[in-house]
């Protein structure tokens, strides 16, 4: 039986350039953060989730406790959302990458936040919250959890799944990525990524045999898409080989966010590929190894790229290129030689970044010090905005060169020069990512910032 003391979860949304809340109707995956959250939760209490992106949180609710979640972009949304309810006399607790790297910047807009995982520190608060009294402001886990018996995750409550949808072809064979994550943390430090601090400089891998009951749960849901919420899930290649090695029998379609570093062992690549890798989101960043050197990425090789690039396409594996440009060493010609290396490569996606520090990264402390933050209206913090001062031209010529870099990579010839002549494996997923070029080529050419979705 579950308990009545009901708790309002909200994924928060992020503010369209021109005001309004961002929604859609359909979306491709849906995060597992408010799921996770339900699922850690003691049964003396209900929680209703509400995917802010998908529909407006309920503004009268008999919710005693409210529990917001919010990355980058969408932390000026979840501050005005705590606002509101706290207004109202609710306590509000606030969770996630940005809060946890700044809880007194998030103090000032909600009672409690949750600093870095929930397993330990949600239920310790809302043991408080029953006694009636939140013993601290800030709650933490008094360690990182080893990742062993996480309880299941209900995925018939993931937010942004529609399974009346699943009726759809396309949306059940292609569109819908069922989210599954395997690992958390990365060994590395890259300047400006968060996840190192947030899981304080730990690695850590889930039993493989749990992974793949969560994969039955998915399976048995009429799905065979699988997107893994990792940061990166082949840190440790011996575990990335056991699990791709037991994923390859379930027949699965999985993509993925992922370091170059998958391609640099092709064992470990072919067995990506046979365990149904389709797709995979690179953080290449740039061309030039010595912005790689000065965001402290200095293990990914620049020169080396064309040749892992080929050898991903050469299994038929797409890519999404996760690039930024403006970083310190570029002028704007660099935009354009980045711009013809992706097309030279034939780089099915790519999404271009100005670069946003943000707080609680040693990326931003550098900006701080260097006195080059131009602005800290969080609404702002979109890549296609250039919130710092680059070294090497205006920021204005940074803006206006990244929307002509984002319109020229989804020009006609710039698509006819990447899909042409196909790769020699999986065809159709070809023609799926060329279908998505021409949908985000409309978007562009209507106004629209695709990246914020
Ligand atoms: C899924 C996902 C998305 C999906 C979300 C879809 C949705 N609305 O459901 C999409 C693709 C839309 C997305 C987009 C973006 N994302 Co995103 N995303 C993720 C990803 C891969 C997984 C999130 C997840 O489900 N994790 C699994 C759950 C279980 O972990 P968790 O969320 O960390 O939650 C745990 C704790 O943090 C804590 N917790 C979290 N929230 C709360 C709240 C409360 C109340 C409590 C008590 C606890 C708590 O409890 C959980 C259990 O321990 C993470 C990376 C990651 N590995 O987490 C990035 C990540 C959260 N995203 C990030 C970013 C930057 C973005 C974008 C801004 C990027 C962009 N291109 O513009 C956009 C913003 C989109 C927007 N609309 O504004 C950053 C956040 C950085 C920051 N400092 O805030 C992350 C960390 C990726 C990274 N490596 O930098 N993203
Ligand atoms: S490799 Fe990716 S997840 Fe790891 S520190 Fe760098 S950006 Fe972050």
């Not at 979306?27 to 209703?48: K, M, Q």
């Not at 529609?162 to 890259?190: A, H, I, N």
């Not at 943000?358 to 900006?367: E, L, N, V």
Request: aromatic letters at 12%; glycine letters at 6%.
């Amino acid at each position: 039986m579950t308990g009545s003391r009901k708790i309002l979860l909200i994924s928060a949304s992020h503010y369209e350039p021109r005001g309004g809340v961002a929604r859609v109707e359909r979306y491709w995956t849906s995060g597992l953060t408010l799921v996770h959250l339900e699922a850690l939760t003691p049964r003396d209490f209900v929680c209703e989730l509400v995917d802010d992106f998908r529909r407006e949180p309920p503004l009268e609710t008999d919710a005693e406790l409210v529990g917001i979640t919010a990355m980058g972009l969408q932390i000026g949304r979840a501050y005005d959302l705590a606002d509101y309810y706290r207004a109202r006399g609710l306590p509000v607790v606030m969770g996630g990458a940005w809060v946890s790297l700044n809880p007194e910047q998030a103090l000032e807009h909600c009672d409690v936040v949750v600093k870095g995982e929930a397993e330990y520190a949600w239920p310790e608060l809302l043991a408080d919250f029953q006694r009636g009294v939140f013993r601290q402001r800030v709650y933490e886990g008094s360690r990182p959890h080893d990742l062993r018996g996480l309880p299941e995750a209900d995925l018939d409550h993931l937010p942004l799944w529609r399974p009346e949808l699943m009726r759809e072809k396309v949306y059940r064979d292609y569109y819908f990525q069922f989210p599954l994550y395997v690992t958390r943390g990365c060994p590395f430090r890259c300047e400006y990524c968060c996840i190192t601090q947030f899981h304080e400089a730990t690695y850590r891998k889930r039993p493989i045999g749990e992974v793949m009951r969560d994969v039955d749960a998915i399976r048995s849901r009429g799905s065979r898409n699988i997107l893994f919420m990792d940061d990166n899930p082949v840190a440790d290649r011996r575990y990335a080989k056991e699990l791709f090695g037991a994923l390859a029998p379930k027949g699965m379609r999985w993509c993925s966010q992922c370091t170059i570093q998958i391609a640099e062992d092709e064992e470990l690549l072919d067995l990506a590929a046979k365990s149904g890798c389709f797709l995979l989101s690179i953080g290449f960043e740039t061309i030039k190894q010595s912005n790689l050197d000065g965001i402290n990425k200095p293990w990914a090789r620049a020169r080396e790229y064309a040749r892992l690039i080929r050898l991903l396409r050469h299994r038929g594996i797409q890519i999404v290129a996760l690039i930024m440009i403006g970083l310190d060493d570029d002028d704007p010609a660099d935009f354009d030689r980045t711009l013809e290396f992706l097309i030279r490569h034939k780089v099915p996606l790519a999404k271009f970044h100005l670069p946003i520090p943000y707080p609680g990264t040693p990326f931003y402390d550098r900006m701080e010090k260097e006195g080059r933050i131009l602005t800290k209206d969080w609404n702002r913090y979109h890549y296609g905005s250039a919130v710092i001062q680059p070294k090497r031209m205006t920021p204005e010529m940074a803006e206006q060169k990244f929307w002509a870099t984002y319109h020229d990579f989804f020009s006609m010839r710039s698509i006819l020069r990447r899909f042409f002549p196909p790769a020699p494996r999986n065809l159709k997923i070809q023609m799926h990512y060329l279908t998505a070029n021409l949908i985000f080529r409309k978007m562009q050419q209507a106004g629209k910032h695709p990246y914020l979705y």
